[in-house]
Every structure is written in C-alpha cells, then in structure tokens.
C-alpha cells in the first residue's frame, strides 16, 4: 500500500510529499521538488529537516502535533529560505495511516504563491503610494454622463465639498456651491462650450462647502466624443487653498499635457475599447496626413498600419499574455498591454514612414479596458543618421583596411583594451580574444625595440603627451612589421591620466618604398647634377653667342656709317670690299652656332609617339595631387572623343602641367576650384580646353601680353611668367595655336588646336 502511494504521490501534479514518522521523505511529487528548487538535491531517504535547514522549531513543534494526529492547514505565510530569499506559500499537513491503522508519517501538500503574493504586495503598495499621493495633493475625480444625465465624484471631491458620501451631487446641485453669479456663469459657460465645440474645462474657483469653508479649487475636464457627439466631460478637482505651490504644480503639469497632447512633433491617438478613434492630434494629423474629422468615431488604427505588422503584434500579444493557453474566447485588448515598438506606417497618400509607437491600455476604476493610447514619433531622420552612421563605420572600416590602420583604446585605470577588427588583423590575432591588456601588445613588441617602447609610453604618461612611436612587431609566426603609433592621452579632474586612445598603422610595406625613395633620390641628384651642368653649358653658350655675335654686327654697323660719310669713290670702294670679309666671318660664326646648338638641342618632331591624354591627365593629377588636396580643387577630365593624340609626350606632360597648376594657383578665394579639361575634334581638327572659375584675366589691359616672358598679371609669389610663354611656345613648335578667353572673377578658358 505504501509503495502505491509513493507512485501515486510522485506522479501527481501538485505539490506532495510523503515522510514517515521520523520526518524521512518516502515519496514527493515532481511539483514538490520544482516548487523548492530541489531539481539537484536526493531527497528519498533523508531527513525533512536536513533538506529544509532553515525550519523554525515552530514548525517542528506542529509537525509533532501531526503526527499526533492533528491537521495543520494554512492559506498563506512566508517561508524564509537560507539563501535569504522569501518564498510564500500555503499548506495542508495531516498524518498517514498504514493498513493497521497506525499513523505512518505525514503527508504534507503545499503551494507557491510568491508570483501571486509579490503581485498583491505591489498592487497594495501602489494603491497605498496613490491613494497617499492624493491624499497630499487633495485630487479627486468627477465623471458628466451627458446621455444619462448622470454626475460622479470620486470620495476626495465629497471631502473638498465637505458632504457626505451618500449625497448625490447634480449639475444644478453642484453649482449652489458658488455664492457669486459670477463663478455660476463661469461653470455653466464652460460645460456648455465643453458639451458644444469640445472645448475644455479650465477653472479657478472660489466655493463654499456645506460646512460654511471657503475653498479654492481648480476644475480641470475634457471632452469624450462618439461619432463626433459629446458622451461624457471628465476631469479633476484639487483643492489648491492650502498651498499656492501645488496650483504651480498643476499648471505645469496640465501645461505639458496639453503641449504633448497638440504637438506638432508627435501624434496622440486614442481608441475606445473596441478599437475605435476617438481622440486624433493635431501631430497625428501632420504625420499621418488624415483629419481629426475623418479618423474619430470612424476609423481604427488598421486604417494607417500594415496588415503583416499587425498580425506580428497580435501574436506577440497572444504570447505574452496567453501563453500556451488554448483559450478559444481570448482578446488581447482586455490585457493590460504597455508595449513599445517600431512599426512602419503609410500616409492618407500611400507614402511610408517608420516610427516608434508607444500603446499603453486605458483602464477603469475595476481594472477593465476601457481603450487605448498610442503615441507616435517620426524616427525616420533617426534611421537615416543610423543609417549613416553604419555607412560611415562601414567606410572608416574600409580605409583602415586601404591604409592598413586600425584604432585602438587602453584604459590606464583597469588596464582594459580595446582594438577594431584592422587591428586584429595587422597583428594576425584571434578576434575572439575577449581580455586584451597592455601586455597583450607589449608581448608582440620586437625584443630590440621592447626597451625603447616601454621608455617611450612611460615619458608620454608622465608628461601627458604622446609623440608619434615607430617601432616593429614581431607577429607568432615570425614575421616582423613595422608599425606606427599615434595616440591622445586624456585625464580626469585631478590630472591623472586615465585613458589613451589611438592609432597603429602597418607601415612596413611605406618603410620598404621609403628605401627605394631614398636611391631614387640619389639618382635624381645625379640626373640633377648633370642637367645643373648643362645648363651652365647652355649659359655659356649664350654667352658665347651673344658675344660671337655682337663683334660682327658691330663692326658691319661701323663699316657702313664709314661707307655713308665717305665721298671719295675709291675709298668707298675699297670699303665695299671689306663687307665680304666681315660677311664671311659672321656666316661661320652662325654656321658653328647653329651646329652647336644642335647638339645640345634635340628636334620636337623627332620625338613624336601615341599619347594618350587619360595617362596624361592621369599623371599631372598625381604630380599636383598636394596642391589639389590643399585647394580642395575639384578637376574633371573628359577625353571620350579624342583619348590619343601622335604628340611629343614631354611637351604634352608640360602643356597639361602648366595650365592645370595655373588653375589652382590662381583660384578664387570664395569658391571651391573646378577645372574641366575637355578634348574634340572640329573642323578635322584636334582641340583641348582647359576651362576653370578662377580669377580670370583682364584681356583688355593684358591680353597683348599674356603669352609673353616673365610676364604676370596677379600679386601671386610664385608669378614668374615663364609657364604661359614656354606652353606658347612648345604649342607653336609642334605647329598649332594656344588662345584664351578671360572674365575676371568669372574664369578662364584656354583653346589649343593642334
């Protein structure tokens, strides 16, 4: 029989336990065991009091009693537990009776109602914190039933009227509290307006109570409407006389209320029960594009969301409060729901927009729905800016990854480190290390460097300041790098330095190239070198020729003075004669110039090749790529017409040079420089432009001139007049023309036709 019972007692769905005489556990249900968390205890065979260390002897002393044959039963009481935690719970303890009739032990059926209590415990706080708050306050409420014809007061409006609570106040009734016509008319006038057009109860009024005290109370109502007909006028009464500090009080709160219920920014919108509209702002009016007209007593909130969403919410609402329950009669609108989410709502127009909306239940005095409130605001400039946001971590992400740089953040207080993923990766690291420290990237430090590194981050703490560090990285397979850190220190109130934050860039690929710079910078010294060289040939050739020149021209000129003053026929004769020998001397002077010059000076046309004006453009963007980056200058090449021209490409390299950096160089201080090259072929004839908005050029004071040596027209210091000439004349060498129309503070457009 007793092992039945322990079957039985284990299976059942409540809360039992089987114990014998001495108070050992000879069976308990698996409610038993959940109910006291008792999941990874063994509890057959052990003492009821071992389990249960923390039982008082008040009962043990009934437990005694029980087995003496009484029955202990209780509703409810609290079961302090030894982890500190307090676990109501009811009970019924009665003896067990083997087949002889004895008393065999105790069975013991208990509950848990802490869920149930703690709810109690809260509810009756609440109520007690506002009945107490109205109390203080002195708030009461009162309901106009305009169909019945029908007055409520809540028990603190009876107090402020000092009547008692079986009197039945009326509108009539209510307005014999008022000596003066005055405040009457005022009452009177208001309901009426309220009743009418819906405007709202705002009064300060001087009453007399039925004991004779006179009081000041403020009256504050609103309107209820159904299909545009006023039902009920709702407000409260405070009794403001004693303090003219809650009056304040009230008014800024009634002031917020009314700002948040006809603002613009937001849409209020009230259903009743059944879900129907029946208060619409003016905010719910812009958002949404609908009128208060159309929308209450009319419409339900279906009419403005998505049928998807809408189901997505229903479901939820059904999990929430329903549970797995398969209760067919179940309505989520008579739950208390309070819930806040993003949905996506369409205008009267079909347009959409997202937004965060708050639906909160309306419940009356018994705890029933009575309806609901919602309040909408417009995140979509919210998304966009998140939007944003993710599109420029994603971007910053990318430029760590171009730049191979990432950020890192050290706090010096708790030592905690923080990397970005580019970081991880130029230190071939697992992202899933969680504990990063100092010493996580100390250990990586190359063993010559570790002594200076460690130098460097001491001083920059104890001086708050961190100069720029360039040190190598030795990662765990070997491979060392050279990386660059920069970094911010930040201090607290006190000036102790709590924080640095930075960042490290793989250099190492930057240090190969900075090498190969340094021979290429070697090698252009000597090229250097060498042209400085021809160049002093070149000067001395100028001298020379200047000088080879200027002795036979000279004495031509004296000849032939000598040769007009003379009138003698023989003299002159045999002045004529010297001409040939003079004559002779200046051509072999030119002769061996020009020979000369040849070969100093190579021939333009023999240097002639495919030139393509992508690669061009391509190059003097790269050349000038400071000054464009300084300027901010926007330049924009477009060659779709004509990509190739047969050209020398070093006269080429240096039109585009010149006429691009004259753009910059001479760009308008209020505007951003645009510079568009553009080629075309017109007439079979190949034609570039350069055009910009800089500060242009008066042609008619300087148009004869503008092509011309060591000519300037701008207070600019590197103005040395020398790119336009040279362009003229590499343009002019190849047999084309350069022009150019000007407006000052307008711009510049340079034609060459080729």
Avoid at 61 to 88: M, N, T, V
Avoid at 244 to 260: D, R, T
Avoid at 331 to 341: A, F, G, L, M, S
Avoid at 704 to 726: E, T
Wanted: glycine share 6%; proline share 2%.
């Amino acid at each position: 029989m007793e092992k039945h019972h322990q079957i039985f007692i284990e299976q059942t769905p409540t809360a039992i336990a089987m114990l014998d005489t001495n108070m050992v556990y000879l069976a308990a249900s698996k409610q038993w065991v959940q109910d006291f968390k008792l999941e990874k205890e063994t509890i057959i065979g052990r003492s009821h009091y071992d389990i249960f260390p923390e039982i008082g002897d008040d009962w043990k002393a009934k437990h005694q009693q029980c087995l003496q044959g009484a029955i202990d039963i209780c509703d409810e009481a609290p079961f302090y537990r030894k982890d500190g935690s307090i676990q109501w719970i009811y009970w019924d303890v009665r003896p067990w009776y083997n087949a002889e009739g004895e008393i065999g032990g105790l069975l013991m059926h208990t509950g848990d109602i802490t869920e149930q209590k703690e709810k109690e415990l809260k509810e009756k706080k609440i109520n007690t914190i506002l009945s107490d708050t109205s109390e203080i306050a002195r708030i009461g409420t009162w309901e106009i039933d305009l169909v019945q014809e029908k007055v409520t007061w809540s028990s603190m409006v009876y107090e402020i009227h000092e009547v008692p609570l079986d009197y039945e106040p009326t509108i009539a009734s209510g307005l014999d509290f008022f000596e003066d016509e005055e405040s009457r008319n005022r009452v009177l006038k208001s309901l009426k307006e309220a009743q009418e057009i819906g405007t709202p109860v705002n009064l300060n009024l001087n009453l007399k109570t039925a004991k004779g005290n006179y009081r000041w109370v403020k009256v504050i109502g609103k309107v209820e409407q159904i299909n545009g007909e006023s039902t009920k006028i709702y407000g409260i009464t405070q009794d403001i006389t004693s303090s003219k500090n809650s009056e304040q009080l009230l008014n800024v709160a009634y002031a917020e209320l009314e700002a948040i219920f006809n603002s613009n920014s937001m849409a209020v919108i009230t259903t009743d029960k059944d879900g129907v509209i029946n208060r619409f702002n003016s905010g719910a009016e812009k958002l949404l594009g609908y009128s208060a007209k159309e929308m209450i007593g009319i419409n339900k909130p279906e009419i403005y969301l998505f049928e998807e969403e809408l189901n997505v919410f229903k479901k939820d609402m059904e999990l929430e409060f329903k549970g797995d329950s398969s209760d067919a009669n179940f309505n989520y609108r008579n739950e208390k729901i309070y819930n806040t989410r993003q949905w996506t709502f369409k205008r009267k127009d079909e347009t959409t927009f997202s937004g965060l909306k708050s639906l909160t239940a309306i419940q009356n005095k018994d705890g029933f729905n009575d309806g609901f409130i919602a309040v909408i605001t417009d995140i979509s400039k919210i998304k966009e800016v998140k939007d944003e946001l993710r599109k420029k971590n994603e971007l910053l992400n990318f430029a760590e990854q171009i730049t191979m740089m990432g950020n890192w953040k050290w706090n010096v207080i708790t030592n905690e480190v923080k990397w970005s993923t580019n970081l991880y990766s130029i230190f071939d690291f697992d992202s899933e290390q969680s504990d990063l420290n100092y010493d996580t990237y100390f250990n990586f430090v190359h063993p010559d460097d570790k002594e200076m590194v460690s130098k460097h981050v001491e001083t920059a703490i104890e001086f708050k300041k961190f100069e720029n560090l360039l040190h190598r990285i030795m990662l765990k397979d070997g491979t060392v790098k050279t990386i660059k850190l920069m970094s911010e220190i930040f201090t607290n109130h006190k000036g102790e330095v709590v924080e640095l934050f930075g960042t490290c860039q793989d250099v190492t690929e930057s240090k190969k190239e900075e090498q190969k710079l340094i021979k290429a910078k070697e090698a252009l010294e000597i090229v250097a070198q060498k042209l400085s060289y021809q160049n002093k040939q070149l000067a001395d050739f100028t001298h020379i020729t200047s000088h080879n020149l200027r002795a036979p021209v000279a004495n031509l000129n004296s000849l032939m003075e000598i040769y007009k003053l003379s009138d003698d026929d023989k003299e002159r004769l045999d002045i004529f004669s010297k001409f040939d020998t003079v004559i002779d001397r200046l051509t072999l002077t030119l002769n061996t110039l020009i020979e000369a010059l040849k070969t100093k000076i190579s021939d333009a046309q023999e240097e002639l090749e495919s030139v393509d004006l992508n690669d061009i453009f391509e190059d003097t963007t790269q050349i000038l790529s400071g000054s464009i980056l300084t300027s901010g200058a926007v330049i924009k090449g477009d060659f779709t017409e004509l990509s190739t021209i047969t050209y020398n490409r070093i006269y080429m390299d240096s039109i585009f040079l010149n006429l691009i950096g004259n753009a910059i160089k001479y760009r308008a201080k209020d505007r951003v420089p645009e510079i568009i090259v553009k080629s075309k072929i017109k007439n079979g004839r190949n034609i570039i432009t350069f055009k910009d908005n800089g500060l242009g050029i008066d042609l008619e004071r300087h148009g004869h001139k503008l092509f011309g040596l060591n000519k300037v027209f701008h207070r600019h210091p590197d103005a040395k007049g020398v790119g336009l000439f040279l362009t003229k004349t590499q343009v002019e060498a190849m047999g084309g023309t350069i022009t150019a129309t000007s407006e000052v503070n307008v711009g510049t457009t340079f034609t060459i036709i080729f």
